[in-house]
């Protein structure tokens, strides 16, 4: 087993149907199509760190599905074993909606308590596939409300010149990735953060909400919403950790880094 490899197209697969059929897609392209001298086992894992641990000065790992090679492409797959990893993308794709996606039916609830409380919620997804997919479906979902993506498929001015416009609507919504999660003040047109996805660095929750929660911001409270599968035991692993991490430092460095929950 690719230890990082696996954990980090795992995270990809959780993060929502599109994100999952986007990666076993790519995945059953590289069996076929992929030659040439066989990366080691470190090698593997020091590409797909990154993805995993979300360092905040790490800027390779962006928010690009993971599709780079973990097996030992010199190995030859069988026929029945591609159509397997393809039955499995087109399993993924048909989970996409509101109707069959649980995760997303849990983020419309959210949003709609949210607009109807009369904020102007940011949702932060980890994987371009994700923010795509959601920006499809709460548009199509959400009768009146604007919703625009920005991820990191596009430049710096491009994200300034979206966000600008969605401030102009009344009712708005922003889907974003990482890409928006420092840099771009926020605070002026927003007012709660929800984490659709599950960072593994506590710090990367402060940071996206930084961007809201900060001077200039003219509501007094900022609302906050972490999603999290109450019966997924890898999203329990990570709440676990972004707890333990952020007992940490404040153990160590007296700063309360806040994970989006109750107090405790």
Not at 38 to 47: F, I, K, L, M, N
Not at 112 to 131: D, E, M, N, Y
Not at 183 to 211: C, I, K, S, T
Request: glycine content about 6%.
């Amino acid at each position: 087993m690719r230890h990082w490899a696996a954990i980090a197209l795992l995270r990809c697969l959780l993060s929502s149907p599109a994100a999952a059929a986007t990666v076993l897609d790519a995945r059953a392209d590289r069996i076929t199509e992929l030659t040439g001298e066989e990366e080691s086992q470190d090698e593997v894992d020091r590409t797909y760190r990154p993805q995993v641990l979300d360092a905040l000065d790490d800027e390779e790992a962006g928010d690009y599905a993971p599709t780079g090679p973990f097996e030992n492409m010199r190995a030859e797959w069988s026929d029945p074993e591609r159509r397997l990893l393809l039955r499995f993308r087109d399993r993924a794709s048909s989970l996409g909606g509101p109707q069959a996606d649980r995760k997303l039916q849990a983020l419309l609830e959210v949003l709609k308590s949210l607009l109807k409380q009369g904020h102007h919620p940011i949702v932060f997804c980890r994987f371009i596939p994700t923010a795509n997919y959601l920006g499809s479906w709460l548009s199509a979902e959400l009768k009146g409300v604007h919703v625009t993506a920005v991820t990191g498929e596009i430049d710096n001015e491009q994200r300034r010149e979206r966000v600008a416009e969605l401030g102009q609507s009344s009712q708005r919504i922003l889907v974003a990735t990482d890409c928006l999660s420092e840099g771009v003040n926020l605070q002026d047109n927003f007012d709660a953060v929800v984490h659709y996805d599950l960072p593994w660095n506590p710090n990367r929750l402060e940071q996206r909400e930084g961007r809201v929660d900060r001077f200039g911001q003219p509501r007094s409270e900022v609302k906050t919403v972490l999603l999290y599968g109450a019966n997924n035991p890898v999203d329990q692993v990570v709440l676990e950790v972004l707890i333990r991490k952020a007992r940490k430092i404040r153990r160590d460095l007296g700063i309360a880094v806040p994970v989006p929950m109750d107090a405790e």
